[in-house]
């Protein structure tokens, strides 16, 4: 029976955390601690969820970090205050605003608010530039995890067709400019796919890599897939059933028809999300870093490092 590889988050994230215990002590013998200012507004419980994990994470690695917990209600002008004196904070290397925010705030104006050295999101528009010409400063915290699941299971990209499923600024769009970047483990040619292509089918069906990011259960059929394609699931939905928790998590592909003809895929969970973690994580450090002028020379990621032209 064909078992594809694989590709474990959890894994490559435990790897990652192995390699940024001795930049944080780096760090901390200079007398910095990373600090990372989390604001969560409102009771969303996919959020409370992540933010709780985050906290875990930073926790665990004696890092600084706070929650500002605001009630949906909260104005547009209170935010922005806090945003502001979140900027001059110098405990608080890194600046997440948890996503979304409530319909009477708009999200533009809050992430454009965030001092772009401290955005470890990479979500502003100047670090969004700065990413689309290829000479990141903080590259979103998905995209960066899923190109450093690949660089670690040594999946090159180059030559290869990858189809993008999804737009979004957090995922779809970044990840189109990781895979076809001029880059070690990159080069690929990508195509986006999204709600207003006609036949996704007749695209993913031609694809080497496929990255599905919508947030729709089992979206990605096996019919839709060639063999020993590469899957990467993004997408992680709640559905209801009867087990003791009421729910399963699933992912936007559908794993047991899919892994049978893949060469290698994501699990949900376990997969993409353990990353995601992993990469705020270390942009915090990159962040902290990038202010402490003590240090010869700021401190990246191996993979940052990567970002230079191909051979």
Request: glycine letters at 8%; hydrophobic letters at 35%.
């Amino acid at each position: 029976m064909h078992e594809p590889l694989v590709l474990s988050g959890k894994e490559v994230s435990a790897s990652v955390f192995d390699d940024l215990k001795n930049k944080i002590e780096d760090l901390k013998n200079h007398d910095v601690v990373p600090g990372l200012a989390v604001v969560l507004v409102g009771e969303d419980p996919a959020s409370q969820i992540y933010v709780r994990s985050k906290t875990k994470t930073f926790n665990k690695l004696n890092l600084h970090t706070e929650t500002y917990r605001l009630s949906s209600e909260v104005t547009e002008v209170s935010l922005l205050d806090l945003i502001k004196k979140l900027n001059q904070d110098p405990t608080f290397h890194g600046i997440l605003v948890q996503l979304p925010l409530p319909k009477h705030i708009n999200s533009d104006k809050i992430i454009n608010a965030i001092d772009p050295n401290k955005d470890v999101d990479g979500f502003h528009p100047e670090n969004a530039g700065l990413l689309s010409i290829g000479k990141p400063r903080f590259i979103p915290c998905t995209p960066k995890g899923i190109m450093r699941i690949l660089n670690h299971y040594q999946i090159n990209l180059k030559g290869k067709h990858v189809v993008v499923i999804g737009r979004s600024n957090i995922v779809g769009r970044p990840i189109s400019i990781l895979t076809s970047l001029k880059s070690e483990w990159a080069n690929g040619t990508t195509t986006i796919c999204h709600s207003g292509t006609p036949d996704i089918k007749s695209h993913t069906k031609n694809a080497d890599v496929v990255v599905v990011a919508l947030g729709v259960p089992g979206f990605l059929t096996s019919k839709m897939v060639k063999d020993n394609a590469i899957i990467i699931d993004v997408g992680i939905n709640r559905v209801d059933d009867d087990s003791v928790k009421g729910y399963t998590l699933v992912g936007d592909v559908e794993w047991e028809g899919v892994k049978k003809i893949a060469s290698a895929i994501t699990p949900v969970p376990g997969g993409v999300g353990p990353m995601t973690i992993a990469m705020l994580v270390e942009n915090t450090i990159e962040a902290a870093s990038d202010h402490t002028s003590e240090l010869s020379e700021p401190i990246q990621s191996q993979y940052h490092h990567s970002l230079q032209p191909a051979k």
